[in-house]
């Protein structure tokens, strides 16, 4: 079982920036496909950006490329989402995700690649 925890949340103005956190609990953190989604009012839960157990791959959605950049600290089973000149667009509740081992490239956007999911921390960009 993995236990997973975001924080960091928060409002922010437009052009800001804002770096969330993913604390894992287990020992097979570094062994997994982690990701951060998304989901804004009214809207399906969409994916943001995932990160090979062993950081060498990284998705993002076409959104966010060049603003937002994920990493993880496997000796800290911490995962990180570094949100750069933030959009009121970005206002949303952010998910943290766990698979159970590694994802292959062409399902790594899909939720059900995704085995454990975090609470959520809110993210709010005003204009």
């Known amino acids: 079982q993995v236990q997973l925890v975001e924080s960091g949340g928060g409002l922010v103005q437009a052009g800001d920036s804002l770096r969330i956190s993913c604390a894992a609990s287990?020992?097979?953190?570094?062994?997994?496909?982690m990701a951060w989604f998304r989901q804004a009012p009214g809207k399906e839960r969409e994916f943001v950006s995932a990160i090979s157990w062993n950081t060498v791959s990284t998705y993002y959605t076409e959104s966010v490329k060049g603003r937002f950049t994920i990493s993880r600290d496997n000796a800290k089973n911490t995962l990180y989402l570094q949100m750069n000149n933030l959009k009121p667009e970005d206002t949303a509740v952010y998910y943290c995700?766990?698979?159970?081992?590694?994802?292959?490239?062409?399902?790594?956007?899909?939720?059900?690649?995704?085995?454990?999911w975090g609470q959520g921390t809110q993210v709010t960009v005003s204009s």
């Open positions: 287990g020992r097979t953190f570094s062994q997994r496909t």
């Open positions: 995700a766990a698979a159970d081992g590694a994802v292959v490239t062409r399902t790594a956007p899909l939720k059900t690649s995704y085995a454990y």
